[in-house]
C-alpha cells in the first residue's frame, strides 16, 4: 500500500553537513584514522564532562562494549538479568560463556524488579545485568543492596540512559560498570558506537587494554582482547553532535510533554510514567495498549502501517522466547509473567527531535480515532 507518510519511530540526529567538513579535513591532515587518535580522546573528555562521569571508554558499539565490561570484570557462572530488553543485553552473556538467569519486571517501569532477584540467585550467580529500560533508571539502591549481600557484580545496560540523571547525578555512576550505545537509533549517535562508563583509572586501563587486544606496548599483550575501538571519523562526528544535542533533547521533551497531555483521556492507553529522573532523555514514548482499548495492540500497530506511520514493538517478542534462550529454565512465561504481559501491549510511538507537529498530531489521531 503506498502512502505519502513515512514515520519512524527514530531518526538520526544529523547536524548540517557542512558543520562535519572541517572535522574532516582535520582527519586527513592528522592521517590518524583510529587507535585512540586525537578526536578519540577528545571526545572521551567531552563525554565525561556532558554526562557527568569520571573514566570513559569508547567502543565501536555497544554490544562489544557489554562484552569487554563482562571480560573486564572476569564474569562467568550465571548472570541474572532482564528478559524485557534489546537481544544484545543477553547475547553479551551467551558470548561470553555465561548462562542468563532471567527475572520478572517490574510493572510501573518495567526494569528488573529488585524484590524477584534474590530468588534467582544460587551459588553460580556472579552478577546482576539490569537495563535502564528507555532511559528510566532501575531501582539502583535496591539492586546495590542485594549486590552487596551476595558479593555480586553490577554491571548495567544503559544502552537507553544516555544523559540521564537522579538527585545523585548521571545514573551511569551506579553499579560496577555501565554501557552506553551511540548506534544511529539512539538519542546521541556516532554512526555506530558505544562506551563504558568506569569507575577509576585503573578500571579505564584495563578495559583500553581489553578493546585493543589486550596490547599494552609492542611487546606485551596481557589479555586476550577484542577489537573495539572506535575510528576517528565516529568521535569526530560524536564531538559535533554534542553541539546539537541540547536543541534534540529539548525537541524530544516538547514532543513527549504533549503525546502524555492528548493520550491522558484516551481510555486504555497508558503511558509510562518516569522513575524518578531529574533529567529525562525522552529517548523513547512507549505506550501500554490495555483490554480497554477498542483495538489490541497489534492491530493498533497494522493500522499505524497502513498510515505510515511505524511504531514498533519494543520489547516484543521477550528476549527469552528467541530460540538460543527459550530452553532456559528461567525463559517460561510463568516466570515472567509482568515482561509477558508488556511484550504483549507495549507500542513505542515515533519520537525524535526532527519529528514535525502535525506528524505528532497524525499519530495522537490514529489513537484517538478508534469508534
Ligand atoms: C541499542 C541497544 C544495545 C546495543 O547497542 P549497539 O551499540 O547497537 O551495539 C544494547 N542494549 C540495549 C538495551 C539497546 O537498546
Redo the contacts with the bound molecule.
Keep these: 500500500m503506498n502512502t505519502k507518510n513515512n514515520i519512524f519511530v527514530t531518526q538520526p540526529l544529523l547536524p548540517p553537513l557542512e558543520e562535519f567538513i572541517p572535522y574532516l579535513e582535520k582527519i586527513w591532515e592528522n592521517k590518524i584514522l583510529t587507535n585512540g587518535g586525537p578526536f578519540h580522546q577528545q571526545l572521551e573528555k567531552a563525554l565525561c564532562e556532558y554526562l557527568g562521569v569520571e573514566y570513559i571508554a569508547l567502543?565501536t558499539?555497544?554490544?562489544?562494549?557489554?562484552v569487554t565490561a563482562l571480560q573486564a570484570l572476569r564474569i562467568t557462572g550465571e548472570v541474572i538479568t532482564t528478559p524485557y530488553?534489546?537481544v544484545?543485553?543477553a547475547h553479551?552473556l551467551l558470548w561470553n560463556g555465561i548462562k542468563p538467569v532471567f527475572v520478572d519486571i517490574d510493572p510501573d517501569t518495567l526494569n528488573l524488579d529488585p524484590t524477584k532477584i534474590e530468588a534467582a540467585i544460587t551459588p553460580n550467580t556472579t552478577a546482576i545485568m539490569p537495563?535502564h529500560?528507555y532511559g528510566h533508571p532501575c531501582d539502583v539502591e535496591a539492586i546495590q543492596k542485594i549486590a552487596d549481600v551476595y558479593n555480586l557484580k553490577v554491571i548495567y545496560?544503559a544502552?537507553?540512559a544516555f544523559g540521564v540523571k537522579d538527585e545523585h547525578g548521571s545514573v551511569l555512576n551506579y553499579g560496577d560498570l555501565s554501557?552506553i550505545?551511540?548506534?544511529a537509533?539512539?538519542v546521541f549517535n556516532t554512526f555506530?558506537?558505544?562506551a563504558i562508563v568506569c569507575p577509576d583509572a585503573k578500571t579505564k586501563q584495563r578495559i583500553d587494554h581489553l578493546k585493543n587486544f589486550g596490547i599494552v606496548d609492542e611487546v606485551t599483550v596481557v589479555a586476550p582482547g577484542i577489537n573495539g575501538k572506535m575510528s576517528e571519523f565516529n568521535a569526530a562526528f560524536g564531538l559535533l553532535q554534542l553541539q546539537h544535542l541540547d536543541n534534540a533533547m529539548q525537541r524530544r521533551k516538547v514532543i513527549d510533554n504533549y503525546y502524555r497531555e492528548q493520550l491522558a483521556a484516551v481510555s486504555g492507553i497508558q503511558c509510562l510514567g518516569d522513575a524518578g529522573e531529574v533529567i529525562a532523555n525522552y529517548s523513547y514514548f512507549p505506550i501500554l495498549v490495555q483490554p480497554e482499548y477498542p483495538m489490541t495492540r497489534d492491530a493498533l500497530y497494522a493500522k499505524f502501517r497502513e498510515q505510515g506511520i511505524y511504531a514498533r514493538r519494543y520489547f516484543y517478542p521477550l528476549i527469552a522466547d528467541f530460540p538460543m534462550y527459550r530452553g532456559l529454565p528461567t525463559s517460561q512465561h510463568g516466570n515472567l509473567p509482568v515482561a509477558a504481559d508488556a511484550a504483549a501491549k507495549v507500542l513505542c510511538l515515533p519520537i525524535h527531535p526532527a519529528l514535525k507537529q502535525q506528524d505528532v498530531e497524525l499519530v495522537i489521531g490514529v489513537i484517538s480515532a478508534i469508534p
Design positions: 567502543f558499539n555497544a554490544t562489544i562494549a557489554l530488553s534489546f544484545a543485553t553479551s537495563v529500560c545496560d544502552a537507553h554501557v550505545s551511540f548506534h537509533t539512539k555506530e558506537g558505544g
